[in-house]
């Protein structure tokens, strides 16, 4: 053979040699990529699981916030209007002689009451119920032994509720 033949052998031989020696560094470095993608893997997870709690979080808080807002809403705009259903309801108090006037402040009162019930909302504050902190505002106090003590004498301004909620205290005279 000659030397020509020898060294292309030879150097066909040394090719082989360093492509085995790069397909073993290739698996130390598929290795090493492995263990760094699963890592880089691991922590995407991590951060969607973060990502998604928080998500839900912010939903339920959501839904929390909008079935808050609207009873408060309502609570607001009635509280708005109880001065016309006041007006209204003294008005049906009035001896008033016109029977087409009268006929017209029944039909004012009774829309707003029908607002007021489609709307949930609850009228309180009756003579003869008992006083409660919570709902009526004392503005006069009597002494009577006809009633009993802490019973309401006379409703001077009707209180309404909104789901168990004082959207207005009732303003009453209670017998000591």
Known sequence: ????????????????????????????????????????????????????????????????????????????????????????????????????????IELINRSINSALANLKVEEFGAVGDIFDPQKHNAVLHIEDENFKEGEIVEVLQKGYLLNQKVIRHAMVKVAN
């Not at 000659?2 to 290795?31: G, P, T």
């Not at 973060?50 to 705009?77: C, M």
């Not at 006041?86 to 001896?95: F, G, N, V």
């Open 1 to 104: 053979m000659s030397k020509h033949k020898h060294s292309e052998k030879a150097e066909k031989e040394i090719k082989k040699s360093e492509e085995r020696a790069e397909v073993k560094e290739e698996k130390v470095d598929f290795e090493e990529l492995l263990a760094q993608e699963q890592k880089a893997h691991e922590e995407l997870k991590q951060q969607f699981m973060r990502i998604a709690a928080e998500y839900d979080n912010f939903r339920k808080r959501s839904v929390k916030e909008k079935e808050q807002i609207y009873p408060e809403a309502i609570s607001y705009a009635v509280s708005q209007f109880l001065s016309v259903a006041d007006s209204a309801q003294a008005a049906m108090a009035l001896d008033i002689k016109d029977s087409e006037c009268k006929k017209g």
